[in-house]
């Protein structure tokens, strides 16, 4: 079992930036890579950023050159850095973790507005 905890969301204006954290315990062993995923209201939930064991990541083309995923392996939590926000970033964000099962956070809500 994983278990995995977010924080960092809120409100932000336009252009502005945000850092949402996930920290995982329990089995992270067993963990291979984790990843942010957002759902917007009315929207599927989508992949935002990806970032694999060996450090290798992929993005949306919606927030490549914005968004920023990093991981800290000794403090077993995955960043993201979120820059030049926009309005149509607003979604609540999910931390992803794929191990033996796939497993969620609880989610945290980012707002860009003026």
């Known amino acids: 079992q994983v278990q995995l905890v977010e924080s960092g969301g809120g409100l932000v204006q336009p252009g502005g930036s945000l850092r949402l954290s996930c920290a995982a315990s329990?089995?992270?062993?067993?963990?291979?890579?984790m990843a942010w995923y957002r759902q917007a209201p009315g929207l599927q939930r989508g992949l935002v950023a990806r970032i694999s064991r060996d450090g290798s990541t992929n993005y949306a083309d919606s927030v490549k050159g914005r968004f920023t995923i990093s991981r800290d392996n000794a403090k077993n939590t995955v960043y993201l850095q979120m820059d030049s926000l926009k309005p149509e970033d607003t979604a609540v964000y999910y931390c992803?973790?794929?191990?033996?099962?796939?497993?969620w956070g609880q989610g945290t809500k980012v707002t860009v507005s003026s």
């Open positions: 329990g089995s992270i062993f067993s963990i291979n890579a």
């Open positions: 992803y973790a794929g191990a033996v099962g796939a497993y």
